[in-house]
């Protein structure tokens, strides 16, 4: 089982990335997607989530109108598109894919400064 994380990188503030997680080895379109964050010093806090199904997203009150999660279940992938980025949105990003199991990427990390 793999949950592979891509996308991040430091970004000014207002600026936009898409953060992609690629699955395998396990039946991606029955599991719910997460993306999860964690600041240093803070504890890991959920960021955005799908169900397996589509639709039904879930936000926090902190990135509602900003982030967007999408799934592509063709392609064993969970994408969040993240606008108008603060530096508050500073940290490593996480996957999650949970069903019966939960499995969680490495991280990549965001990092938005001048």
């Known amino acids: 089982v793999q949950l592979v994380e891509s996308g991040g990188g430091l970004v000014q503030p207002g600026g936009s990335l898409r953060l992609s997680c690629a699955a395998s080895?396990?039946?991606?379109?029955?599991?719910?997607l997460s993306w999860f964050r964690q600041a240093p010093g803070k504890e890991r806090e959920l960021v955005a989530s799908?169900?397996?199904?589509?639709?039904?997203?879930h936000y926090a009150d902190s990135v509602k109108g900003r982030f967007t999660i999408s799934r592509d279940n063709a392609k064993n992938t969970v994408y969040l598109q993240m606008n108008s980025l603060k530096s508050e949105d500073t940290a490593v990003y996480y996957c999650r894919a949970t069903l019966y199991l939960t499995y969680w990427g490495q991280g990549t990390q965001v990092t938005v400064s001048l």
């Open positions: 799908i169900p397996s199904a589509g639709g039904n997203t």
């Open positions: 080895g396990f039946t991606f379109s029955s599991y719910g």
